[in-house]
């Protein structure tokens, strides 16, 4: 395995949203080369990567000519096309790290015609930056750990595509279903004006953090409703090979349901009850059927 030497090679970053751009922030002040290529990108992806300061390329076979490895952090939808696009071109190290079944792992490294590359998953929310926990495997995959020099926390746990995007898959099963089923949980409580009160008892029995923990998992499950989502087919995807799950499903229709009732938003909430204000007024507009009264 070759060790890489700072300031002698190249990340590029396919996608710039808050993963790629968190990051990226903490790879620059390792002194670590980082560009990426707005080509197609939303203004909200453009206007980020230019306030990170990261190196802006005009095309992608730009970017994959000037790369060394290649972080994929797109919406689960474009895993397989991007990789696609990449396609023969690339001679560096292929890493994904989006929120995609093993199955679609192993689809996009189809087309990654060099055969270098690693199935990568964060394993917790980016706000930790390069301290955020992000598993690895693949025959590649203690090269991309490699990068742990320059302050990132990779540990490789396996040798062998799907591994570690199946780990990934299995948290987020449990991490969104929770989020839906507070959602679920405490809107009806703050209807009822007890929200806080609901929460409070809550802390007693799950601890000290649930509240603090909760919270934050609502503003960002409304920030992510869309892509959650998509997540969440992935997971059904997956799991659907062991078992027939009845929570996966719904937790995806859940998301779905969410992103319809409040909307995109292009920023997280101050208050999780803004969310709470903005489905009780679509509520209030399209009132639910009571089933005591439809006789």
Request: glycine share 8%; proline share 3%; aromatic share 8%.
């Amino acid at each position: 395995m070759t060790m890489l030497l700072k300031n002698k090679f190249t990340i590029g970053f396919l996608g710039f949203g808050e993963v790629a751009s968190t990051l990226s922030k903490g790879l620059l002040e390792q002194g670590v080369a980082v560009s990426t290529c707005l080509e197609g990108r939303s203004q909200r992806s453009v206007e980020r990567a230019k306030s990170t300061g990261v190196g802006l390329v005009d095309s992608l076979d730009e970017l994959v000519e000037s790369s060394d490895i290649l972080l994929s952090v797109v919406v689960p939808t474009e895993a397989i096309s991007v990789a696609a696009e990449v396609g023969e071109s690339f001679d560096g190290l292929y890493v994904d790290l989006n929120n995609i079944s093993p199955c679609t792992v192993k689809e996009a490294f189809k087309h990654i015609t060099n055969g270098k590359t690693v199935d990568g998953a964060i394993m917790g929310g980016i706000k930790n930056g390069l301290k955020t926990p992000i598993i690895a495997s693949g025959e590649y995959a203690e090269d991309f750990a490699e990068l742990n020099q320059y302050g990132m926390n990779i540990e490789v746990i396996g040798s062998e595509p799907g591994q570690a995007s199946a780990l990934k898959m299995l948290r987020s099963a449990y991490t969104k279903g929770v989020s839906a089923l507070l959602f679920e949980t405490l809107y009806p409580a703050y209807k009822m004006g007890v929200d806080d009160v609901l929460l409070r008892y809550l802390s007693q029995t799950e601890g000290s953090h649930f509240q603090e923990a909760s919270i934050s998992r609502l503003k960002s499950s409304a920030l992510h409703a869309q892509r959650r989502a998509q997540e969440m087919g992935e997971v059904h995807q997956f799991l659907s090979q062991y078992e027939d799950p009845v929570i996966t499903p719904a937790t995806k229709e859940f998301f779905h349901n969410l992103l319809n009732e409040i909307g995109q938003i292009k920023e997280k909430p101050a208050d999780y009850r803004e969310i709470f204000d903005k489905i009780a007024k679509k509520d209030d507009h399209n009132p639910r059927v009571s089933k005591g009264n439809n006789k």
